[in-house]
């Protein structure tokens, strides 16, 4: 047997916005021991993908749920996106918020617009217009 690693076996690595590798860790938890049973006899549990998707909801707004970093967050009246997963083409929203005067959510196909010298939505200029 060599100690070669063989290729196209298990999952794919897990990059991030610029496609760099995720490297991960271990880490040791306490839990209950019933709120352990009651996990373990959970059809195809995997407790590092349950863990990460609890911690980033749990953080959702102040760590990017794609690259898990804090370091390139912002917020504007728009939403929240992530400068580090972000590219020269497209921001990286992954919170929208809603449009002041209409209340739609931004969103890719419905992005923000200074109406009259107020901000609105590409919903809201199409009635502006109309």
Known sequence: ??????????????????GKQIAKTHVTLLL????????????????SALFTRVVTSLYLGTI???CYDD???????????CENCSNDYRSFFFIWNDCPNCKLQYNRNNMSHNIKDKIGCQTCLKEVKA
């Not at 047997?1 to 610029?18: A, F, I, L, Y």
């Open 64 to 66: 990017c749920p794609k």
């Open 32 to 47: 209950p021991v019933n709120l352990k049973e009651f996990l373990r006899r959970q059809p195809k549990m995997n407790m």
């Open 71 to 81: 370091s390139g967050v912002h917020q504007t009246h728009v939403g929240t996106y």
């Open 1 to 18: 047997m060599t100690s070669e690693k063989v290729k196209g076996v298990g999952r794919p690595p897990q990059t991030d916005g610029s």
